[in-house]
């Protein structure tokens, strides 16, 4: 059982280059969540998607766009990465079911670096 | 919004001692989940205990356990008999009835042998 699949685990962009954060998960979860992590700052919602067809703005979205392509998966795009951008990645997701909320599964992260 | 305090950026311990890490919450809901998970140098995010805010007991997973003072709105995990394998990052994390989780700025625990 994989769990949550991030990829790539570590990427150096250029200032101005775009890419696409894959995340897939495996186990049926409706939801689906982006963070960046941030020395100091814990862990900051960027876009989540409580369900297939849905996407929502979290806490920091700007610059960022997101697709759920399916129920695995939801990918998170940087159209015209910046320095400021530099942060490590997490997707997560989890599950919401007869009123029960499961706790957050996390993807192994990706450290981007924007230079 | 819902907030998260950790106010202990970093913490340290003896092997084999007791250490308490502190977590307080804002929130009007009555209804809630609140989490702890360790972060190792690996950078993966592990589960290490939940707790659903309309149970009153408190929640224990081996060595860990948790203090939850719903009124004061303070979640607090202890552990007990440290070992080295437990320093890490530490987040505490609020999840309403709902689906957006809500995370701590952490606190760094170091285990002297």
């Known amino acids: 059982n994989a769990g949550v699949t991030q990829t790539p685990k570590f990427q150096v962009l250029k200032t101005g280059q775009s890419m696409t954060l894959q995340c897939a998960q495996d186990?049926?979860?409706?939801?689906m969540y982006w963070y960046r992590q941030d020395p100091g700052m814990g862990l900051r919602l960027i876009y989540y998607?409580?369900?297939?067809?849905?996407?929502d703005k979290g806490e920091v979205p700007n610059g960022y766009n997101v697709s759920r392509l399916n129920k695995r998966e939801f990918s998170l795009r940087l159209e015209s990465a910046a320095p400021s951008q530099t942060s490590v990645y997490f997707c997560?997701?989890?599950?919401?079911?007869?009123?029960?909320?499961?706790?957050?599964?996390f993807g192994q992260g990706t450290r981007l670096t924007v230079v | 919004a819902q907030t998260v305090t950790q106010s202990q950026p970093e913490m340290s311990v003896q092997e084999a001692e007791t250490v308490t890490l502190s977590c307080t919450y804002d929130t009007s809901e009555s209804d809630y989940y609140l989490f702890w998970y360790k972060q190792p140098p690996s950078r993966q995010m592990i589960l290490v205990i939940r707790q659903e805010a309309y149970k009153q007991q408190n929640a224990t997973e081996n060595r860990f356990s948790v203090n939850f003072q719903k009124a004061a709105k303070s979640f607090s995990l202890k552990i007990s008999d440290s070992q080295l394998g437990d320093a890490a990052m530490y987040f505490c994390?609020?999840?309403?009835?709902?689906?957006?989780?809500?995370f701590g700025t952490g606190t760094s625990l170091t285990v002297i042998p």
């Open positions: 998607s409580a369900s297939e067809g849905t996407t």
């Open positions: 994390a609020y999840r309403r009835t709902g689906n957006q989780f809500y």
């Open positions: 997560a997701s989890s599950h919401f079911r007869d009123g029960k909320n499961t706790e957050a599964f």
């Open positions: 186990m049926n979860h409706n939801s």
